[in-house]
């Protein structure tokens, strides 16, 4: 049982807010009936009408991907270069997935996909509170007083680093580059490859290896699996929690 205000938002009636003022207005039946009770639930065997229209009821889907370097985030490209829809059955190919918070072409790791517009909405928000951590490889031997001073936070010009957390894991003299790990909330790839090459250690590779709750456990590289009822939840309440 769903929120028929989430039914309606999820079926590109109108956003949540505006569909729950469509319920108040009397605008709504749920099997002919009309319904002005917000709160009110639904299920897949109802029929629901606005202003006398049946409408669709798209069911969704969430997947988990670990996606491997050299695949775009993209679900198209002129170029006719691989994408992460190359990753499913093409079956799957065809459900209209679209990914959350893209990773780069030459970028690894967790990335979300799914056809809900209101969930892809909350977590792309500039303010969505969502935490990410990644695994960086940064270029060349990175000291620590660097890394203390970008746990205080740094400017680098007009971009405010602060990463919540961030700790070197390890030091490569050899090949002269350095493996860091840090979580960032609300902050972009591209943000932190700017910071990162004005800091003077541009970065080599980069792997996202959790976002909000999600991590790689148990989905190999190149893999994915659909996300468990908990998990989506989770993602809506994480979200929710930011928002107050």
Partial sequence: MERLAKVLAQAGVASRRKSEELILAGRVKVNQVVVKEVGTKVSEKDTITVDGKTIDKVPLFYYLVNKP????????????????????????????????????????????????????????????????????????????????????????????????????????????????RLTVTDFSISDMEKCFEMMGHPIKGLTRVRFDHLTLEEVERGSYRPLKAHEIKKLYRSNLASEK
């Fill in 69 to 180: 370097t050299g695949y775009l985030s993209t679900t198209s490209d002129i170029h006719k270069r691989r994408n992460v829809l190359d990753l499913f059955s093409e079956e799957e190919r065809n459900l209209r997935l679209f990914p959350i918070h893209k990773l780069p072409y030459d970028a690894a790791g967790v990335l979300i996909l799914t056809n809900d517009g209101e969930l892809t909405k909350k977590l792309t928000l500039k303010d969505s509170g969502v935490e990410q951590a990644y695994m960086v490889r940064l270029k060349g031997i990175v000291i620590k007083e660097k890394i203390r001073q970008l746990r205080n936070g740094q400017d680098f010009n007009g971009i405010f680093f602060k990463p919540n957390e961030i700790g070197i894991i390890e030091l490569d003299k050899k090949h002269q580059s350095t493996l860091v």
